[in-house]
């Protein structure tokens, strides 16, 4: 965890640690959460039955509990990134795919444009978690695939444009999953654009292969 500093001498910021992030720590955290996860599971089922609505009601709030959680370990986490050369239409299958598996009718505009430097395990997490926020319009939605240069050098952005919100949109803490997925793209040198224009709901931006 970091925050931003006055400096007294020189009146510059920087970034000061306040907390040293360690694994086993974390580890031995995220277990112990999940066997107090797994117990009251156990009680939220035996209660379902003599409690009726108030009994689902507290099964629904659990599972919203440890999807937040399991987005907080996401995010905190340390992530080790396989990057390789990866074709462009690939990853734009793999965005369809995961909005596709919300009820979405997608499809991708076709194009050729160069392959991208990426890790296409982490891509995939980033697009699940950007299809379960719930906070886009993916139906009838369009995957544009287009390279371009920027001050970062020849890059290749993945626009989803257009479409309606879903009918039934996920409980997925949309903040959270949003800078997971935000997370996972700037650690592969890319970038995430949430709504840059009216037309297109967002956008993934990464590097060319080269």
């Known amino acids: 965890m970091h925050t931003t500093a006055q400096t007294p001498a020189g009146g510059e910021r920087a970034d000061e640690q306040l907390v040293a992030l360690r694994t086993d720590v974390l580890s031995d955290v995220e277990h112990a959460v999940g066997n107090l996860l797994q117990r009251m599971h156990h009680v939220a089922r035996a209660a379902r039955g003599a409690l009726g609505v108030q009994g689902e009601r507290l099964q629904?709030?659990?599972d919203e509990l440890e999807q937040l959680l399991g987005l907080f370990f996401?995010?905190?986490?340390?992530?080790?990134?396989?990057?390789?050369?990866?074709?462009?239409a690939r990853i734009a299958e793999s965005l369809a795919a995961q909005l596709r598996g919300h009820g979405a009718a997608v499809t991708i505009e076709p194009s050729t444009v160069p392959a991208v430097v990426a890790d296409p395990r982490a891509l995939s997490r980033c697009f699940a978690l950007l299809a379960q926020a719930g906070a886009r319009e993916w139906?009838?939605?369009v995957v544009a695939i287009a390279a371009r240069r920027d001050a970062s050098?020849?890059?290749?952005?993945?626009?989803?444009?257009?479409?309606e919100r879903p009918a039934?949109?996920?409980?997925?803490?949309?903040a959270l999953a949003t800078a997971v997925a935000r997370r996972l793209i700037e650690l592969q040198g890319g970038e995430l654009r949430e709504r840059p224009s009216a037309a297109c709901a967002c956008s993934v931006v990464l590097a060319v292969a080269g």
């Open 74 to 88: 996401d995010y905190v986490s340390p992530v080790e990134l396989q990057l390789r050369t990866t074709d462009a």
């Open 153 to 163: 050098g020849e890059r290749v952005e993945f626009e989803v444009r257009g479409g």
């Open 168 to 174: 039934v949109a996920s409980a997925a803490p949309s």
């Open 139 to 141: 139906e009838g939605a």
């Open 60 to 62: 629904a709030g659990l």
